[in-house]
């Protein structure tokens, strides 16, 4: 075992299974820490139809202002078997004090958006202020994200999409509930 005040660079830093209290600037978005799973419908002008998915969502803290985010989802047939893997990012919500919300979402598939928004009354909604495409990425143009936690204890999340020369328009939306029951 290493003597942790001896060879850590920051004694009093917390171990890795420590939960620190949120941020105080992340007081509008910790009703979203946890993870979350549902499902949901998607669709775009240019798929031949719609189509269900699952998805998972996990935003969790480290103490400081910022929240992380990680989103996984995989297509599923009209039972709910997995068919295969859809989609998956991470990313970094920072937080503002008067409520704004700036936010690094990236995508193994080359695309890395900027996301302006902001965090109040129980509502995430956050628009594209810039994308970064990889040479051999889909064509990004912008993305809206909208995260409700709604009366019942569940989060709605809706996605827009403009890409591949279609307007912004309608491409996802998912009913989601926390992993643990609460």
Excluded: C, N
């Excluded at 992380?68 to 989802?73: F, P, Q, S, T, V």
């Amino acid at each position: 075992m290493i003597d942790r005040d001896r060879h850590h660079p920051y004694p009093d830093a917390l171990r890795p299974d420590e939960s620190p209290a949120p941020h105080e600037l992340l007081a509008p978005v910790t009703g979203l820490l946890g993870t979350w799973v549902g499902r949901g419908r998607g669709q775009y002008p240019t798929l031949p139809e719609a189509f269900a998915y699952e998805q998972e969502v996990t935003f969790s803290h480290d103490g400081r202002p910022f929240l992380h985010y990680e989103a996984r989802a995989w297509l599923v047939d009209g039972d709910g078997t997995p068919l295969r893997p859809a989609a998956r990012e991470s990313g970094w919500w920072r937080m503002k004090p008067d409520g704004g919300v700036e936010a690094l979402i990236t995508q193994p598939t080359g695309i890395a958006e900027i996301m302006v928004g902001r965090a109040e009354d129980g509502t995430i909604d956050l628009a594209t202020h810039a994308v970064a495409l990889a040479p051999t990425a889909k064509d990004v143009e912008a993305t809206r994200r909208r995260y409700t936690l709604a009366d019942d204890g569940t989060l709605d999340f809706v996605h827009d999409l403009a890409a591949v020369g279609q307007p912004l328009g309608h491409h996802l939306s998912a009913r989601l509930r926390r992993e643990d029951g609460k």
